[in-house]
């Protein structure tokens, strides 16, 4: 039932020989893994005027040259990320990147940098995308958690059916943003160019007065509040992998349209939304004031609305790509556990999806699917991993010298510079409203990494050939505890007889009365095999038959193998109905006693099947 | 540590051969055995004035012939047990007894009804004894669930600790109530008749009027009433085995003292309180208002007061000797699982105390502590036992017609025909108020306890060595499915030669790469022993082995044994560390497949420790 319910979510088993033909097209690609950066023009902009704003209206005007300045930032970012690509075709991304350039310890930093970003993608994400909803219909925002869990369900069980059908199921939804982002910014364009009449912002009132002075730190932190555009970029680098084949120069000509769009519609809408004097308020995002100011309360705002709705739950779909694929290399580096490597039936990292949409809902539930509550937390981890993705890149053509290094490595630095500083920046501006948490978060997780990875190694020396070789079975003891005589015991006793060892069978006398009717009837049933009685003044089977095991053990090489008679019983429920001795026997031997632990015992289990 | 708490709360193991010791003189035995019967005092003589109350205050009077009538009764019932006690001198009960005189059936009904009302009896007992506490501390009265939740886990305990300690902590409060019970007898009696004037009862101006006429109906529900003087009767019957030696004479003896004193106090506060003009109201019980009346809110007043909470907590260790007790005769029976015949290391049957503990806090929080939602679910189950048990000694006198047997068989006809008729007026007066849950609960416990002994019949039969021998191991193959190379794997490598079998090491084709690596350096280390590749296009690993099980056991007398190499972690998280194969393949062999069972497959773990 179980098996039919996993199929029927999740489509049939792929055999191995598919994968080769389970990759994405440059445009599904860039519907599957530019969400996440495209996403963020329904933001991003608002961030920097509403710093700007505290410097009063007056200020706004310098939006556009922060606007500018960011593009040039992404374009730097794009194309450092696109060497990046190219250098490291079989998906680079900062964890890889900074690995084999600056070393493990930076390597872990970024690799947790990244994870906490891909859980913090999903959820605010989706928080988002469920904001946008409950505000066009505020009956459903009590709900709002339920929506968020439900839309990271409906996200998780995708992305566990495999690549290509998400690739499907969003293309459209991508691509239908895009579309109607440009007709918003293409209609707005033609009426500013025509110079019909620029309608009055619908509240211009808001924050007139300058609240303070317009100082360059404010400018920076403006600058650096709609650094949050930059999010996602990495993605397409990470994702290298699930391009068709070639994989890198898809994978390059894809960052290079993404950050072509991505800087389009940001330029765009940040220009028109200070040429139609737009001013930021609550309740009412700048695009949302833009779509209005251009098309009223038409179909067309409302399908825009949609779309970013969309678009934002779309995005958590990308970490969905991410996540696993960082997790798997970690784990095959020995950093997280792994079972994170295991390729499911459906050909994809099982585990490490169902892991990313555990620890979304959790942070979900935590928060409430605020959005305003997670965002703080957000931006560190990006540009964490930037600056190490581009630092370490800058290290590799200073190693390298191949052609054309020195223009590469200033590509690389200045993008390191300029992350770096607004890492600093955004760490600073952001401390006390949560980014404390991630970077306390940050110190675990690499101790969480280490310990793991020393835990491996450790169990790699134990486990070594080199070391040395396990001694041989020098001398092997069979022994078969029984309660009775019936079909189950004779059957276990016929196999055990079978073994090459010596033979005890061996009752454990809890009730003298019973023990002395087991023995008669056993002398009638089987003469030939003799059987031990072994006293237990406690009434306890598991204490003597310990000590006997321990009477066989005395050096390396003696084997004892314990044969126990098990009932494998037809229903459940009947499980209640019989004495698990054999069960609480196993428990004892295998954890009981510390100074066990490295002793030759074997258990054995003989089922005999019940069929009623 | 879990077996440091144990012990620590239970005291250490007692060896079997203390078990003789382990018995209870008679003045230990009334203690533990009588108090649910004689806290009925506590209720018993308001529940009559209860009903007659309805008639008017001029009713009242009728109480004395109906107490008389009672105690009649109880003298009959008494009489009755002590006929039991000798007859059944290893523990009489209703379930023993009407098994042997009447047929399964009915010994499934009464063991049914005494199981749920020893169940009640925990419940009512306990919630009544905390609301006599919370009635005098009101402050207590919201933690009334927990407190009876504690005092519920406190007798649990006691009693796992074992019997002797239970009768030296119970006799104190038990015979505390006694003694002070007499007094208050005792003192009113010498007013009454040393004619001091009597005071004026306290509030006699409640229900002056008749509601009702004095039908024989109202007169007989309030002699139904006044019946639940009688709950708890039973209990040394079949609590014959726990006396000291000689049981049954011991056992005998107890109970008349028991019914003597039952008599005298029920009696006494009956006559009283109607010298002393009280009537039943809510608040303050008949004996509260009895006690006030003589000693005024005096230090005496507040002991009566506490002594009848503590016999009432105490009440509720009764069905703690019985109903374990009771469990293992049906366990022994098969008609209840038979780990309930297990006598703990504390010489007790500590699964039945563990189930009545369970089952009486889940009723305690269903019903929230309450005794008045409780009560009516109560002496249906009571009256039920005693019928069947005394028509059951009717009919072992008509059979044995030993000496005396005509007197014997008239006194159990009597006292059959007088229960019986109480039974039918306590049920069709309760029906309505819960006594239709307890009837449609026994039917439903007698189908459960013949399902289980079905069960264990058709276990019996399949097991059963007349029937058909098991056939011998005829051909045996040795499978170790491996996933790597290393000293665990060695061992049990070593460990499956060494068995008597053909030897097959195999591998699971789940990663190409991996599975070429494995081989080629398998062939270096162990160039002596085939490693078989098992191809899996869809990456499942217990698949093909069990696919290569099917393929070795095609008769009965082939035999599998899967040799499976086993990491043992030294501490549990390490086990998220590890690809848990070894289980899933357990797992799938144990219980995947229908047409599986039957089959002869053995699983063996390799344990290998490690030690870090």
């Given amino acids: 039932m179980f098996t039919k319910l996993r199929r029927l979510l999740l489509g049939p088993a792929l055999p191995s020989e598919r994968i080769a033909h389970e990759r994405l097209t440059k445009v599904q690609a860039l519907a599957v893994l530019s969400s996440d950066a495209l996403s963020s023009v329904a933001y991003a902009t608002e961030e920097i005027l509403l710093v700007l704003v505290l410097a009063g209206s007056g200020a706004l005007g310098l939006s556009l040259p922060i606007a500018l300045g960011i593009a040039l930032l992404l374009l730097i970012v794009a194309i450092s990320y696109y060497q990046t690509v190219h250098a490291y075709p079989s998906g680079g991304g900062a964890y890889l990147v900074t690995r084999e350039n600056l070393g493990t310890l930076p390597s872990l930093i970024a690799g947790a940098a990244l994870l906490t970003d891909y859980v913090l993608t999903v959820a605010v994400s989706i928080s988002a995308g469920v904001a946008a909803i409950t505000s066009a219909f505020p009956g459903l925002f009590p709900l709002r958690v339920w929506l968020a869990l439900v839309a990271v369900v409906f996200v998780t069980l995708m992305n566990l059916r495999g690549v ?3 690739g499907r199921v969003f293309a459209v939804p991508t691509y239908f943003f895009i579309a109607i982002i440009f007709l918003l910014i293409g ?3 033609a ?9 009055v912002a619908i509240e211009a009132t808001v924050a007139s007065g300058a609240a303070q002075g317009l100082t360059v730190f404010l400018v920076l932190r403006a600058f650096a509040s709609g650094c949050t555009a930059l999010t996602g970029v990495e993605a397409i680098s990470d994702g290298v992998p699930v391009f068709k084949q070639p994989e890198a120069k898809n994978a390059g000509k894809t960052l290079l349209w993404m950050a072509g769009i991505l800087i389009s519609m940001f330029l765009g809408i940040t220009f028109l939304a200070h040429q139609f004097g737009i001013t930021p308020h609550e309740g009412k995002t700048v695009v949302s004031q833009l779509a209005q ?10 399908a825009i609305q949609a779309a970013t709705a969309l678009i934002l739950l779309l995005a958590a779909n990308t970490s969905f790509s991410d996540f696993p694929r960082l997790a798997m290399w970690m784990a095959r580096d020995r950093f997280l ?3 994170l490597t295991n390729l499911g039936d459906r050909l994809v990292y099982a585990n490490g999806i169902l892991l990313l949409g555990g620890l979304a809902s959790v942070l979900v539930i935590l928060f409430g699917a605020s959005t305003h509550a997670l965002i703080p937390l957000y931006a560190v981890g990006v540009f964490i991993s930037f600056t190490l993705n581009q630092a370490g890149m800058v290290r590799r ?14 590509i690389n630095g200045v993008g390191a510079i300029a992350t770096g500083v607004v890492l600093l920046v955004v760490a600073t501006t952001k401390f006390t409203h949560g980014a404390w948490i991630v970077l306390i978060l940050l110190v675990f997780l690499v101790w969480v990494f280490r310990t793991i990875h020393r835990h491996y190694q450790e169990v790699g020396q134990q486990l070594s050939l080199r070391q040395r070789w396990p001694t041989p079975v020098h001398r092997h003891t069979v022994i078969v505890p029984v309660g009775g005589l019936h079909r189950g015991v004779l059957k276990a006793v016929q196999y055990a007889q079978n073994l090459n060892g010596d033979l005890h069978v061996v009752t454990v006398e809890t009730d003298p009365q019973a023990t002395q009717n087991l023995v008669a009837y056993w002398k009638e049933t089987l003469p030939e095999i003799p059987l031990q009685v072994l006293p237990s003044p406690y009434r306890s089977v598991v204490g003597p038959l310990m000590q006997l095991v321990d009477h066989f053990v005395q050096q390396e090489g003696d084997y004892v193998t314990l044969v126990l008679p098990e009932f494998v019983p037809a229903r459940w429920w009947h499980h209640l109905l019989h004495n698990e001795t054999a069960w609480l026997l196993k428990l004892a031997l295998l954890y009981g006693r510390r100074d066990w632990r490295g002793r030759f015992h074997i258990i054995t289990d003989v089922p005999f099947y019940l069929s009623q």
Same sequence: chains 1, 2.
């Fill in 397 to 410: 053509w200073l190693k390298l010298r191949s052609p054309g290094w020195r223009r590469s490595a200033m």
């Fill in 337 to 339: 556990p792994r079972q």
């Fill in 187 to 189: 209609t707005a364009l």
């Fill in 293 to 302: 100011a251009v098309f009223g309360l038409s179909p067309v705002y409302y």
């Fill in 191 to 199: 009426r500013w160019l025509m110079g019909v009449p620029v309608p």
């Fill in 164 to 166: 290509r059908e998400s």
